[in-house]
Every structure is written in structure tokens, then in C-alpha cells.
């Protein structure tokens, strides 16, 4: 809890951000290798979706990471076993979009509507066999935002959500958000 506030607390500031170019692909493998112990502990499958070639990005290689692994071990800890997270990496124009979807129980509307709020989690008797904060998709929301991208979600309950990040390949200092400076025209899709 303590590391989840810290690192909103950094975000929010844009004191932890240090942009550089990496490979997108390689990045998100590296998230999926980590999740993976857990995905077949619980009997659930990680589909992977992406590039054949690396794909340049410059942006914070350990915000972008936290983004996949907050997603990733979302989904994984909502699918029930015999389930499936599908991880997908694609390019579009001059934007890297990341789409992690699942076949778990989903949300409700109305949580739908607040997900990305902090401290938030999704009914709450569900949440509390689960062990999270409440944190993780807020860091997303805001290091997403950091980062010059928008994140939307989509839900069914009882069929699986999706979540979709779009970033940009080489942000304008501009798009970016910097502290006392916030650009009002970034949004996530859920404003919480």
C-alpha cells in the first residue's frame, strides 16, 4: 500500500519519469514472464498477441512496465482456472496500443464507472479474496496520462473485461504531462 501511494505520489508529480527509447516487445515480454507462474499456478492461459519485430518506443520503460504488469496481473487474479488473458502489442500510425482482455468475471456498470479511482475495488466481497489495494488501476490511469496516452475499459460482468492503452511512439514535450502543467486534453475514458 505504502509503495502503491509513493510511486501515485511520484507520478503525479512527474518526478519519477525518465523517457528513453526502448523496444516495446521486449518490455512487455518480460511482464508476461513474470505473470506467467502465477497465470498457470491458477490454470489460466496468457495468449500473446504482438509484433515479430521490436518496436522503438521512447517513453519511461519502468512506468510503461508497471502499466503492462498492473493489467496483466489484474486480469490474471480476476480469471477463474480453464480461463484465458490475452495480451496483444500493435502498432497504429504513430501509436503503440496495448490491449489486455480476459474471460473473468468482469464488473458491473456502475464499477465500471469508478474503476479507475483510487482505493476502488470492485465489489467489495469479491476484492477482499483478491489481497489488492485498490491502487493498481489508478497508477495506470495516471501513468498512462504521464506517459501522453488515454486507457479506456471495457466490461461485461460475468464475461471479462478489456483494457486498452494507447501511447504515443515519440510524445511531444507537449502531449506529456509535467507538473503545474497538466493538459487538460489527456483523458482516460472513465474520469475518476
Known sequence: ??????????????SA???????????????IAAAEAIA??????IDVRRPT????IRSDRDGFQTIVSNLLSNSVRYTQGGGSVTVELREA????????SDTGIGMSPEDLKRVFERFYRAEKDRASHTGGTGLGLSIVKHLTQA???TVQA???????????VELPKQPALDSVERPNARNQSISSSNSG
Open 40 to 45: 498457470h499456478g491458477k490454470g489460466v492461459e
Open 53 to 56: 519485430e521490436p518496436v522503438q
Open 154 to 164: 471495457e466490461s461485461q460482468l460475468g464475461a471479462g473485461s478489456s483494457f486498452v
Open 93 to 100: 500510425d504513430q501509436s503503440l496500443i496495448l490491449e489486455i
Open 1 to 14: 500500500l505504502v509503495q502503491g501511494m509513493l510511486q501515485l505520489s511520484r507520478v503525479e508529480v512527474g
Open 17 to 31: 519519469l525518465k523517457f528513453e527509447s526502448f523496444d516495446a516487445v521486449e518490455a512487455v515480454e518480460s511482464c
Open 147 to 149: 506517459l501522453g496516452g
